[in-house]
Each structure stands twice: as C-alpha cells, then as structure tokens.
C-alpha cells in the first residue's frame, strides 16, 4: 500500500492575514498593561521596603534586578 495515496489531499487556505495584525495588536496591548502593571507593583514593594529600612543592595536581589 502506497502510504501517500492512503490520506485524500487536504487544502488548509492561509492564515488571514488581517486576523494576523488583530491578533499581534491585541496581544501588544495586552503585554503593555501587564509590563505597567509590574511597574506600578515594583515600585510599590521598593517604596515600603524603603519605609522599613531596607537598603536598596537588599531591594535590588528581592525585586530580581542582581
């Protein structure tokens, strides 16, 4: 038995491309509020770690920025 004669041809049209660009603006988007999110939630970990103390070289390896 011939294997490539086993399975009919298949034809899969191509990814709309406009549902490409709707799909990567979306995702951009999406990626922007997180990144300002984490941010906002950074800074405000620094600000009280500051308030109690802390030295930013402790601050720096909490955050993960060492």
């Known amino acids: 038995m011939n ?3 086993s399975y009919p041809h298949t ?3 191509a990814f709309p491309t406009d549902l490409a660009v709707k799909i990567a603006r979306k ?3 999406m990626a922007k ?3 300002d999110q984490a941010i906002v939630e950074m800074v405000r ?3 009280a770690a500051l308030g109690r ?3 930013t070289a402790e601050i720096e390896v909490q ?3 060492k």
């Open 53 to 55: 103390g802390e030295s």
């Open 3 to 5: 294997m490539r004669n």
């Open 27 to 29: 995702a951009e988007i």
């Open 33 to 35: 509020r997180l990144e």
């Open 11 to 13: 034809y899969r049209p």
């Open 45 to 47: 970990s620094a600000k």
């Open 63 to 65: 955050l993960g920025l």
